[in-house]
């Protein structure tokens, strides 16, 4: 078992920066693969970004590449989503996620499975 608690959520205006934190307890964290996923008002669960057991590879959805940045320490159990250049379409609750599916590439996870989730933390993007 593992919980998942997400922090870093608020208000940020356009071209703006804000950086989410995923707090793990319970197992040893560095079993698990984590992931960042959104969802918007109206709209459907999005990936955002995940990162490997070790920190190693990591994975970004298109519409992140370049402006969001995910990173882990296994040592304090948090993996970190420094985002970069918010847009207004950045809106949403933003959820991390643990898997402890073994996939060939970390591409895989983005459809993969994840058992483990958190209960979110709003991102709002507006001047």
């Known amino acids: 078992q593992v919980q998942l608690v997400e922090s870093g959520g608020g208000l940020a205006q356009p071209g703006g920066s804000l950086t989410l934190s995923c707090a793990a307890a319970g197992r040893v964290f560095s079993m698990y693969v984590v992931g960042w996923f959104r969802q918007a008002p109206g709209k459907e669960h999005e990936f955002v970004a995940a990162i490997s057991r070790g920190g190693v590879n990591t994975y970004y959805a298109d519409a992140m590449k370049g402006r969001f940045t995910i990173s882990r320490d296994n040592a304090k159990n948090t993996v970190d989503l420094q985002m970069n250049s918010l847009k207004p379409e950045d809106t949403a609750v933003y959820f991390c996620?643990?898997?402890?599916?073994?996939?060939?590439?970390?591409?895989?996870?983005?459809?993969?499975?994840?058992?483990?989730w958190g209960q979110g933390t709003q991102v709002t993007v507006s001047s």
């Open positions: 996620a643990a898997s402890d599916a073994i996939y060939a590439s970390i591409s895989n996870y983005r459809q993969g499975q994840w058992r483990y």
